[in-house]
């Protein structure tokens, strides 16, 4: 198993522009999580899914951003009509069971101009 | 709301010494606590998990400890290596969500 998966590492755009982000979770893990992480801060929590279902949304996720997780395997994270306050560490984790250890992707970081 | 803060935000030792870093958390209904390792522009490795009826947990050179009831948590380093330098997280864990604290960024000086 290589662990979770996010692509693209990095991503630069213009305010206003539209962007995703993949995470392949661990594979055998039914629990997928998206935080975002800023400069010199720890992560926040964005959103959470167990299977295909999105079961819990930070205030943070505005209805610019949307996650899905389609099948119950990989998630995509779309952020629409981007913003410079966006720029950030976008992290992405899986966990096997709840209250369990998450384990964390390399992140993907983006940065808006 | 649950808020974890880590003391202290930055530390710089030398080769060699122990040190102890901190977290507290003001929600003691907790399920775990994890601490993280973070390399610059990385993402987290997962350190230590401690579930909340432990005290305490041991790998290698790292030792955490739990105090539930005083929100309080410790990560413990022996004989700190250069290696070692990196931004630890400390993360407690309520229903599904982790909230981290702000990490402690560590330096080892060879």
């Known amino acids: 198993d290589t662990g979770v998966s996010q692509d693209p590492r990095h991503k630069i755009t213009k305010r206003g522009q539209n962007v995703t982000f993949r995470c392949d979770p661990i594979?055998?893990?039914?629990?997928l999580y998206w935080y975002r992480q800023t400069l010199g801060q720890g992560p926040e929590f964005l959103t959470y899914?167990?299977?295909?279902?999105?079961?819990?949304k930070s205030r943070l996720l505005s209805d610019r951003f949307s996650a899905e997780r389609p099948k119950g395997s990989f998630s995509t994270l779309e952020i629409q009509r981007t913003e410079q306050g966006d720029s950030a560490m976008y992290l992405c984790?899986?966990?096997?069971?709840?209250?369990?250890?998450?384990?964390f992707g390399p992140g993907t970081r983006l940065l808006v101009l | 709301k649950q808020e974890v803060t880590q003391i202290p935000a930055a530390l710089s030792v030398p080769e060699g010494e122990n040190l102890v870093l901190n977290c507290s958390f003001t929600?003691?209904?907790?399920?775990?606590l994890q601490w993280f390792r973070q390399d610059p522009g990385k993402g987290l490795t997962s350190l230590l998990l401690?579930?909340?009826?432990?005290r305490e947990q041991t790998s290698g050179r790292l030792n955490a400890s739990l105090d539930k009831s005083s929100g309080r948590s410790t990560l413990y380093i022996a004989a700190s290596q250069p290696g070692d330098s990196a931004t630890y997280l400390c993360?407690?864990?309520?229903?599904?969500?982790?909230?981290f604290g702000q990490g402690t960024r560590l330096t080892i000086n060879p």
């Open positions: 929600d003691s209904a907790i399920y775990n």
């Open positions: 594979s055998e893990h039914n629990r």
């Open positions: 401690i579930q909340s009826s432990q």
């Open positions: 984790a899986s966990s096997s069971q709840a209250q369990e250890t998450q384990y």
């Open positions: 899914f167990q299977n295909e279902a999105q079961l819990e």
């Open positions: 993360a407690v864990q309520g229903a599904q969500k982790l909230v």
